[in-house]
């Protein structure tokens, strides 16, 4: 029986083949394309907009497209119609007695200023520290987290990347390296080693790439208790917090890395004796390693959620990378980001720089320095720097311009306006790119540094109010 229906199926595929040839050869196929209005498909270089309707079919004209972002129009900026479309936003009493706005063009020359000169950046400070790690070390640089073994002991060695995590994540952007697949590589390749490689390890963990204090002298007392920031060191996970999105820190992250490390090797099937300790690195090739994404990526996710872990490790990074800064401490680090931004010609009048993060009070910084750090990342002749102002948070969309921001009272500002967001006790500020209304391209400032505590609300919806109106200006000089 089953090899009768066997007969009968291939019988009929003949049939229907011999069917299928005959149409072919006495026209059928071509009546079907008579009856149908088909016909050849048009050569390649046609596209489907040669093709006619079907006859009978009236279609309507399409209308033209609408432009999806405004002609750029290379004009100077009238600073008459800075001040009238600022109006009186600046003059809100909720701002506090000291309001500082300054716009200018993509040379990044102020054409209007108003208010102090030099103000305290808090977060505005990370667009400098991000700037000076792309030029020393380059967008496609990575930071790498590796394992070295000699005998039976296992080293750990932090490589300063400020996004490690525990395990996997593949839904993360930037892509994070992790440990859970260091582990894995790590397992692997002691097995394939001679004779099964080392049955038992120890394991030992080393954060010395960065010097100095984990925690800056010139931060608040509290930072550290209150969970504002982690200490910082070279090897840590989840920037130092207990677990993902955790708000509570690790007292010592290098340890705490080194433990997850532990856990994952055994999981792995390696057997690791003991607890890890601290200990230098030998010298020798490394067992496995694991990299982050590359730095243009950390900048954009630095720049965007404001995260000041990242800068800081940034900050030492950049101190490491500056032969002349000797370190990667937060001297180091300071001192390596000012003599970069004086190499590229930012000016540096009456700056300060403590950390990377922002969080230190007696940070200083030039209105007119932070919109050279802008106007520097522009620069045709420098397309490596450009991951700076392409990594801004955008008004209403992206990072920490994105949920409560532009919503109310700033709405011409949304989509319009890219800018890194600055905020400590009594300090709010904006700085980035906007487009006015006439297809001007703007840079700005503003930043607010004695507001008191019950107006921080008031004063931050102002500031939003005011890149609002730059993105609404028809600003370009008549």
């Known amino acids: 029986m089953r090899r009768a229906l066997i007969v009968i199926g291939l019988t009929l595929v003949l ?40 006859p009978g079919l009236d279609l309507p004209r399409l209308p033209d497209a609408q432009p999806v972002a405004r002609e750029r129009v290379d004009r100077a900026i009238d600073p008459r119609a800075v001040r009238q479309s600022l109006g009186r936003l ?30 305290t950046p808090a977060s505005l400070l990370k667009t400098a520290i991000s700037l000076a790690a792309l030029e020393l070390l380059g967008p496609e640089h990575r930071f790498t987290t590796s394992v ?33 697949t260091l582990a894995r590589q790590t397992a692997t390749a002691l097995r394939a080693e001679k004779r099964g490689g080392p049955a038992r390890v120890t394991l030992r963990y080393d954060d010395s790439l960065f010097s100095g204090p984990a925690v800056s002298p010139d931060w608040e007392n509290d930072y550290i208790p209150d969970n504002v920031v982690s200490p910082i060191t070279a090897l840590w996970i989840d920037v130092g917090r207990e677990f993902p999105g955790a708000l509570t820190r690790s007292a010592d992250p290098s340890r705490a890395a080194a433990l997850r490390f532990a856990e994952a090797l055994r ?7 003991g607890s890890p300790r601290p200990g230098a690195a030998p010298d020798v090739d490394p067992v496995a390693s694991v990299a982050s994404a590359p730095l243009v990526e950390v900048v954009q996710h630095v720049l965007e959620t404001s995260d000041n872990e990242g800068a800081e490790v940034l900050l030492r990074q950049v101190g490491l990378a500056d032969a002349g800064a000797r370190g990667g401490s937060f001297a180091a680090g300071s001192r390596a980001v000012s003599s ?23 940070n200083r910084m030039a209105v007119s320095s932070l919109l050279e750090v802008l106007a520097t990342s522009l ?60 297809g001007t391209p703007m840079l700005f400032v503003a930043v607010v540094d004695r507001v008191k505590i019950r107006n921080a609300l008031q004063a931050r919806a102002r500031l939003d109010q005011i890149a609002s109106a730059l993105a609404d200006c028809r600003c370009a000089a008549r």
């Open 15 to 54: 049939v229907l083949g011999l069917v299928v040839w005959r149409a072919d050869d006495l026209g059928v196929s071509d009546l079907v394309d008579d009856l149908t209005g088909a016909s050849d498909p048009p050569p390649a270089s046609e596209g489907p907009a040669a093709v006619p309707p079907p």
């Open 90 to 119: 600046t003059r809100d009493k909720r701002l506090g007695p000291r309001v500082a706005v300054a716009v200018a063009g993509p040379d990044g020359r102020p054409a209007y200023e108003e208010g102090p000169r030099v103000v």
């Open 148 to 180: 070295v073994r000699r005998g039976g002991v296992l080293t750990l060695v932090g490589g300063g990347d400020p996004l490690l995590t525990g395990a996997p994540d593949p839904g993360a952007v930037p892509r994070r390296a992790d440990l859970t």
């Open 267 to 273: 999981a792995a099937g390696t057997t690791v004796v």
């Open 340 to 362: 970069t931004l004086a190499d590229l010609g930012v000016p540096l009048r009456a700056a300060r720089i403590l950390d990377g993060s922002g969080l230190a009070r007696g």
């Open 379 to 438: 620069e045709p002749k420098r397309p490596l720097l450009a991951g700076v102002t392409s990594g801004l948070p955008v008004a209403g969309f992206t990072g920490s311009l994105a949920s409560g921001r532009f919503e109310v009272d700033a709405v011409d500002g949304l989509g319009w306006v890219r800018a890194k967001t600055g905020t400590l006790t009594g300090v709010h500020g904006l700085a980035g790119s906007v487009t006015g209304r006439d």
